[in-house]
């Protein structure tokens, strides 16, 4: 079960993206463009988990300035991605910018 943190910094504030990002998701027209601005935003989280986020099917909390996710084993996928995160002590990652 990993956990992404979506970290903000001076230049982005992670909750207010990915809020802006999820409306702007539902345009089917600006998806691939909304997509591509969380993924390239944040490298270390997956596309199929992001896909999951944007169309809301995934549910996150938030810690302070942070976003979290916790993907469960029985979260439902898209394509498949390659993780990169930072390892915590307690298995979370956390993906900055």
């Known amino acids: 079960m990993p956990t992404y943190r979506l970290g903000s910094s001076p230049l ?5 993206l990915i809020e802006w990002a999820i409306n702007a998701y539902a345009f089917p027209r600006d998806r ?10 944040w490298p270390g989280l ?17 810690d302070d300035d942070a976003v979290v996710l916790e993907i469960l084993e029985n979260t439902a996928t898209a394509a498949p ?17």
Request: aromatic share 2%; hydrophobic share 45%.
């Open 12 to 16: 982005v504030h992670a909750p207010g």
């Open 32 to 41: 691939a463009v909304i997509l591509r601005v969380v993924t390239e935003t």
């Open 46 to 62: 997956p596309e199929k988990h992001a896909i999951l986020l944007l169309s809301r099917a995934l549910a996150y909390k938030l």
């Open 81 to 97: 991605a390659e993780p990169c995160v930072r390892a915590t002590s307690r298995g979370t990652g956390e993906i900055g910018q």
